[in-house]
């Protein structure tokens, strides 16, 4: 397909983004997306979005995704996320999402989805025993994105196939239903030195909440001693500590941890390794030991304090859908005109 429609539209730039309320956060999620995110509403009016309704596409027990949709909330709001400048709100407030989501069903192509890396992933070798929604979880993202006519959508690498997906969707629902330039076709933000956090434990591994190892990671959560004992284990090779880019080749962990650490210092990371080469993994892990704890605790101890109040967040929640629903509500009344809804 052409870029075409791309071209064609000529609406207001806009940022979507989301991240799922299932299980903790992790260094991953924060500096892949999150930090990314507090920058960018810097220059751009943003919708950031706890997506609860992708969350359930695998189980989870509904207590507890109530306590991690306010923790997640609190959690933006502590690392930076500003709820009177960007909208924050949760996916389920708004019923734009499921709707939009159902005609995007009817839009994208079964072999589109069937080549999503994720699904097969997270599907494993019991595909028949996913669930629908998890199939169909990339159209629900396409909606999200879409049923604010969002331009830039910031994500950590594991995201862009999704991204495309959604450019794909917006495209040919804009050719089927001869409206050219009705839908953006939004654009993937992957920015920075930390686009995939990797495992502590294999550098060949994305770091993730749901690695059945909570060495493999560093919460949001962690305490100072936790983050510590994670580090001192984290997975090293034997030799010193490269000073250039081209000495990372082979040599995943220290990538991952060099990378990790010139993300939090916000420094490129030409000028970690310059600080960092020939030196021993057991000085960068001190290091970066002392630097996670610096940036991760004040964000740990604020989402604590928050969460003593969780009535102000589901007002800030209250708040956000209402203003999502004030964007989105017009796009979905454009949608049921151009599918010929009555
Ligand atoms: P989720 O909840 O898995 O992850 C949230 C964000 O964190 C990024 N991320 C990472 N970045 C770097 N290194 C890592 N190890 C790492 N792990 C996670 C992810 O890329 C993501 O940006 N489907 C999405 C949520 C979503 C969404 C959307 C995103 C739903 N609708 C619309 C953008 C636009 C997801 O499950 O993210």
């Known amino acids: 397909m052409s870029d075409e429609a791309a071209v064609s539209y000529n609406g207001p730039e806009r940022v979507f983004s989301g991240v799922q309320p299932s299980g903790n956060l992790t260094l991953g999620n924060y500096l892949g997306a999150i930090k990314r995110f507090v920058a960018m509403q810097e220059s751009h009016d943003c919708l950031y979005c706890i997506v609860d309704m992708h969350a359930i596409t695998v189980w989870q027990d509904p207590s507890e995704l109530t306590r991690a949709t306010r923790e997640l909330t609190a959690a933006y709001i502590a690392c930076g996320l500003d709820p009177a400048r ?9 019923t734009a999402h499921a709707e939009l989501a159902w005609v995007f069903n009817c839009v994208a192509r ?5 080549r999503m890396t994720q699904f097969k992933e997270k599907s494993g070798k019991h595909k028949e025993r996913a669930s629908l929604g998890l199939f169909a979880y990339p159209a629900l993202m396409a909606a999200d994105i879409l049923a ?11 995201q862009k196939q999704h991204v495309e997906l959604a450019r794909d969707i917006a495209q040919k629902f804009n050719q089927d239903y001869n409206a050219q330039g009705f839908f953006p076709v939004p654009e993937p ?3 920075g030195v930390a686009t995939k956090v990797m495992s502590l434990r294999d550098g060949a591994k994305k770091m993730s909440k749901s690695d059945p190892s909570d060495m493999s990671r560093i919460n949001l959560t962690d305490d100072t001693d936790a983050i510590a004992k994670k580090l001192r284990r984290a997975k090293t090779d034997p030799d010193e500590l490269p000073a250039d880019a081209k000495g990372l080749e082979g040599r995943p962990e220290a990538r991952n941890l060099l990378s990790i650490y010139a993300a939090l210092a916000d420094e490129e990371l030409v000028t970690v390794l310059d600080h960092f080469g020939g030196r021993q ?6 290091a970066l030991t002392e630097l996670t704890v610096v940036k991760i605790s004040p964000i740990t101890e604020e989402t604590r304090r928050l969460m003593g109040d969780p009535g102000a967040i589901d007002k800030i929640l209250e708040d956000g859908a209402e203003r999502a629903r004030a964007i989105a509500d017009p796009v979905m009344a454009d949608v049921r005109r151009l599918v010929g809804f009555v």
Do not use: C
């Open 148 to 158: 604010y006519k969002a331009t830039h959508v910031p994500v950590g690498d594991d």
């Open 86 to 94: 960007s909208i924050l709100f949760n996916q389920s407030k708004v």
């Open 281 to 286: 993994f057991r000085d960068l892990k001190e």
């Open 110 to 114: 079964m072999g589109w989805m069937e």
């Open 189 to 191: 933000i992957i920015q």
